[in-house]
C-alpha cells in the first residue's frame, strides 16, 4: 500500500489501527527490532564490541563525541572503564548507557545487511527504535536520550515502585479510587503492571490492595518513569519546549510505538509532542507487542536483551496462536562476540541475511538532516544570526534542499573544512580563479609562495600613505551633507588601494570601473576584469619596472595568463570583503556613539575593535567548498561530490570559543580566533592589508566627522541579497 496512504489511515483510525490489514503473509519471516527499556542488569555489556566491531565502535565514538560536545557528557567511559559500578552511579548514566547501546546495536545489525520490516519501542528503547526505523536523526537521538537521562533526575524523588497482576478493567477501578496517588507507569504485558507511588502513601496503597486482594509485589525504585509527576514540576516547560526542537522525518518503516500501543506505520512523521508523551504517559509496551504479533511479526530481534519481555512476547504469541523466535543480540552471560555470531548464524537460516552480500552502513549511520528554510528570505538576509543560531545549536550539520548544499555552521566542524583540502576542495572557486584560490594543494601552494612576500606586514606597511590620501581626498571632496558610506566611501577607498597595489593607472582605473556596473557585489563582471587585465599586461613593456605585475612577471613567477586570473582574484577579494567592513564597522558607530568618543580618544583600541567587527559580522559569510571524498562531520555523513557552504559567521559566533557571542564586546579574551579571514591554506592572503585599510578608513572617517549620525531609520537599511556576503547595500549618514 503506498506509504502516504497507509499513514492517512494511522491518523484516521485511532483504534486498533494494527488491525487493518494482516501486513504480512504467515509464510515468510517478519523481521521485528526489540527496543527495550531501561535495566540495571546490564552493566559493562557493550565493552567487548566496542574493542572488537568497527561498526559499533564507530558509532559510540560518535554518540561520545555529540554528547561531549552538545552535553559534556562523556560517554566513552563506560565502554571503556572496568569498572561497571559508574553505571550504577546514575539512572541518567545508564540512559545514556542504553541508548548509545542499542544504537550501535542497530547500526552493526544494519552493516551486516539486518533491515527490519518493522522496529518496536519500549520505554527509552523508543529512542532507538525511532531511529532505527529512520524517524530521528543521529545526533537528535543523542539529544532525546539526553534530555530524557535529565527529565529523570527532575523527576526523581524517593518513591515505591510496585508490580501488579490484574486486568485492564481492575487497573481502570485502581486509578479511578486512587487518582493522585498512583501512576501506571508502564504495562509488562495486557495483565501486569508498574505503579508508581511516593513513600508516604506506601501503608496506604499497599492496604488498599490487600483488602482488594489484588497481587503486588513491592520493588524499591529511585525515579518516576512515565508519571504526570513532571506536570507539576517546574522544569515540564523546560522539557517540554526542549523535546519540541526535535525534527522528525517520515518512519521508513513501521514503528510499533509504547506510547500509542499501536502500530504507527511508515511514512508518518512523529508529532512534535511525542517525546514527551513518551516520558509521562503510560507505557503501553504490553499492547504494542500484542499487535505487532497479531500482525505476523514472527522474528523478534531483540535490540541488546531484556528477559522480562521475552515472557511479555511468549505470553502474547500464545494469546494469538502465533510461532514467535525470539532472538537475543548480546547477552550477560556469554562473550558478546559469540552471541553475535550465533545470533547471525539463526539469522542466515531464517532467510533474513543473504550471507553472500556486504552491506554498507553508512547511510544508517548518518544522520540526514535536511532542512527547506530558503535562505535568501529577506528575514535571513537582514539578520542572519538568529536563524544561524538555531540552526547551529539543533544541528551543526544540515543539508539545505533549496539551495542544494551543505552548510556547516560549528567552529570546529568549519575550521577542520578549511585545514583539510585534500578532502574539501576549493573547486567552487576554480571559474573565479584557478590559480591560487580555487587551486589544489600542490599548484595552490607554488603560487602562494610566489605572492606571500607582497602581502607580509613590512610589505603592507607601506601602504599607510596612500590609504591615509586617498581616504582624505574622497572626504574632502564631499561637498553634500548626506554620504552614502557604501557607495561614496567604502567602495572607492578600496578601489583606489588595490589599484594602488597592482600598479594601475588613473586610466585603467576608470577602464575597469565602466565595466563594473551600478552593484559590485553582484560579482557579474568577471570575463570584463579578465579582458581589462589582459589588456593591462600586454602594455608591460611600457610598465614602470617596480610594479607588483612586472616584478612578478621578470620573476616568472606567474605567466600572463596565470597573472591575469590573480589580477582578477584581488581586484575582486581587495574591494568586496573590505568595503563591507568598513560600511559594518561605521553601522556599530553610528548605533554605539559612545565608542566613537572611545576610540578617538585611543586609536590604540581600533585593532581589538575591528577584529570584533570581524567576528561579529563576517563579510564573507561562506566559504565554499565540494567534497572530493565521502566525509562525516559532527556524526552527519556527507558524500563525496557535495557542495559544502562552510559558515564563518555562524562559526565566529559559535559558544563554545565565544562567550556570549551575539555580544559586540571588543575587550573580549576569545578562546579561539575568529574565522573571518578563514584557516588553513587558503587564509586570506590580503588580510592584514585590509585590517590596514579598514583602520585608516575609520580613523580619517572619525576626525573629520565624529558627530555623523545615521540618515535614515535602521529599519529601512537594506543588506545584499546573498547566502555568500554580508553586505550592506547602502549606509546614508548625516555628516552633521
Ligand atoms: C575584510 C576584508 C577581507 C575579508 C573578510 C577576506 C576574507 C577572505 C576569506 C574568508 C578568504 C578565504 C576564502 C576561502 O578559503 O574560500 C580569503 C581569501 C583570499 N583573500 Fe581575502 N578577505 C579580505 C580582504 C582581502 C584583501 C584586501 C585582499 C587582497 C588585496 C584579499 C585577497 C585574498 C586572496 C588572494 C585570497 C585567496 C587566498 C588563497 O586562496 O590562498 N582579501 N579572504
Given at each position: 500500500m503506498n506509504l502516504k496512504i497507509r499513514a492517512f489511515l494511522t491518523n484516521l483510525l485511532?483504534?486498533?489501527?494494527?488491525?487493518?490489514?494482516?501486513?504480512?503473509?504467515?509464510?515468510k519471516n517478519n523481521l521485528l527490532y526489540v527496543c527495550h527499556g531501561s535495566n540495571t542488569k546490564w552493566n559493562g555489556i557493550g565493552q567487548e564490541l566496542y574493542r572488537e566491531s568497527e561498526v559499533f565502535n564507530n558509532t559510540i565514538q560518535k554518540y561520545h563525541k555529540i554528547s561531549k560536545e552538545k552535553f559534556n557528557f562523556n560517554l566513552l567511559e563506560i565502554y571503556t572503564n572496568k569498572d561497571y559500578k559508574i553505571l550504577q552511579k546514575s539512572s541518567s548514566t545508564r540512559v545514556m548507557a542504553l541508548a548509545s547501546l542499542q544504537m550501535g546495536m542497530i547500526d552493526l545489525w544494519k552493516s551486516k545487511g539486518v533491515y527490519p520490516d518493522a522496529v518496536l519501542g519500549v520505554s527509552l528503547g523508543e529512542v532507538a527504535a525511532c531511529y532505527g526505523a529512520g524517524g530521528i536523526s543521529f545526533q537528535d537521538a543523542v539529544s532525546v536520550g539526553y534530555y530524557i537521562s535529565k527529565t529523570y533526575s527532575y523527576m526523581k524523588e524517593p518513591g515505591v515502585l510496585i508490580y501488579l497482576d490484574i486486568t485492564k478493567t481492575q487497573r481502570k477501578n485502581l486509578l479511578n479510587k486512587l487518582k493522585g496517588i498512583?501512576?501506571?507507569?508502564?504495562?509488562?504485558?495486557?495483565?501486569r503492571f508498574f505503579i508508581f507511588l511516593r513513600n508516604e502513601n506506601l501503608e496506604k496503597v499497599s492496604l488498599f490492595l490487600s483488602n482488594e486482594k489484588l497481587k503486588h509485589r513491592v520493588i524499591e525504585y529511585n525515579s518516576s518513569m512515565h508519571t504526570s509527576i513532571i506536570e507539576n514540576s517546574p522544569k515540564k516547560e523546560e522539557v517540554q519546549k526542549f523535546f519540541q526542537t526535535i525534527v522528525h522525518k517520515p518512519l521508513e518503516v513501521d514503528l510499533y510505538s509504547s506510547v500509542y500501543g499501536k502500530v504507527v506505520f511508515a511514512g508518518t512523521t512523529l508529532k512534535p509532542d511525542y517525546w514527551y508523551e513518551a516520558m509521562t504517559k503510560t507505557c503501553l509496551s504490553g499492547q504494542s507487542i500484542s499487535n505487532a504479533i497479531q500482525d505476523n511479526y514472527n522474528v523478534l530481534l531483540n535490540i541488546v536483551g531484556n528477559s522480562v519481555l521475552k515472557n511479555t512476547i511468549n505470553t502474547s504469541a500464545k494469546m494469538h496462536r502465533k510461532k514467535v523466535v525470539f532472538i537475543p543480540t548480546i547477552s550477560l552471560k556469554e562473550s558478546e562476540i559469540k552471541t553475535l555470531n550465533t545470533t547471525y548464524n539463526s539469522l542466515v537460516n531464517l532467510n533474513l541475511i543473504d550471507p553472500t552480500k556486504s552491506y554498507s552502513v553508512k547511510h544508517n549511520v548518518d544522520s540526514f538532516s535536511k532542512n527547506s528554510t530558503d535562505l535568501m528570505q529577506l528575514e535571513i538576509i537582514k539578520n542572519p544570526y538568529p536563524f544561524l543560531k538555531e540552526t547551529r545549536n539543533y544541528n551543526p550539520v544540515q543539508y539545505f534542499e533549496k539551495h542544494e548544499f551543505w552548510q556547516v555552521l560549528n567552529y570546529d566542524d568549519v575550521d577542520f573544512a578549511l585545514k583539510n583540502p585534500e578532502i574539501f576542495s576549493s573547486l567552487p572557486a576554480k571559474g573565479m580563479d584557478s590559480v591560487l584560490l580555487g587551486a589544489e594543494p600542490i599548484d595552490h601552494y607554488r603560487s602562494r609562495k610566489v605572492l606571500a612576500p607582497y602581502f607580509s606586514p613590512n610589505a603592507i606597511k607601506k601602504f599607510s600613505q596612500v590609504i591615509r590620501e586617498e581616504a582624505e581626498k574622497i572626504l574632502n571632496n564631499i561637498s553634500i551633507k548626506e554620504l552614502d558610506i557604501v557607495k561614496d566611501y567604502a567602495i572607492p577607498l578600496s578601489e583606489k588601494v588595490i589599484a594602488n597595489f597592482i600598479g594601475l593607472k588613473q586610466k585603467e582605473v576608470a577602464e575597469i570601473q565602466s565595466h563594473l556596473g551600478e552593484n559590485r557585489y553582484e560579482l557579474t563582471y568577471f570575463s570584463e576584469l579578465e579582458g581589462c587585465f589582459s589588456k593591462y599586461l600586454d602594455t608591460i613593456h611600457s610598465l614602470d619596472k617596480n610594479t607588483f605585475c612586472t616584478k612578478i612577471l621578470q620573476s616568472e613567477g606567474f605567466n600572463k595568463s596565470e597573472l591575469t586570473s590573480i589580477l582578477k582574484l584581488l581586484w575582486i577579494a581587495g574591494t568586496t570583503t573590505t568595503s563591507m567592513l568598513i560600511s559594518s564597522s561605521v553601522l556599530i558607530l553610528l548605533e554605539n556613539p559612545e565608542l566613537v568618543n572611545e576610540l578617538k580618544d585611543d586609536f590604540s583600541k581600533m585593532k581589538p575593535f575591528i577584529e570584533e567587527v570581524l567576528r561579529y559580522e563576517s563579510p564573507e559569510k561562506t566559504s565554499w567548498r565540494t567534497t572530493i571524498k565521502d566525509v562525516e562531520l559532527s556524526g552527519v555523513f556527507i558524500p563525496k561530490n557535495s557542495q559544502v557552504h562552510l559558515c564563518l559567521a555562524s562559526a565566529n559566533r559559535d559558544p563554545k570559543y565565544f562567550d556570549n557571542p551575539d555580544d559586540f564586546n571588543f575587550n573580549r579574551t576569545g578562546k579561539k580566533k575568529h574565522l573571518a579571514f578563514a584557516a588553513g591554506p587558503h587564509y586570506c592572503i590580503g588580510a592584514e592589508l585590509a585590517r590596514l585599510e579598514v583602520r585608516i578608513a575609520l580613523e580619517v572617517l572619525i576626525e573629520k566627522?565624529?558627530?555623523?549620525?545615521?540618515?535614515?531609520?535602521?529599519?529601512?537599511i537594506s543588506y545584499f541579497k546573498s547566502t555568500h556576503f554580508r553586505a550592506l547595500e547602502s549606509l546614508p549618514v548625516n555628516l552633521e
Open positions: 485511532d483504534k486498533k489501527s494494527s488491525k487493518l490489514e494482516s501486513k504480512f503473509n504467515s509464510q498512583i501512576y501506571v507507569t508502564s504495562e509488562l504485558s495486557l495483565t566627522f565624529p558627530a555623523m549620525k545615521l540618515a535614515r531609520p535602521k529599519e529601512n
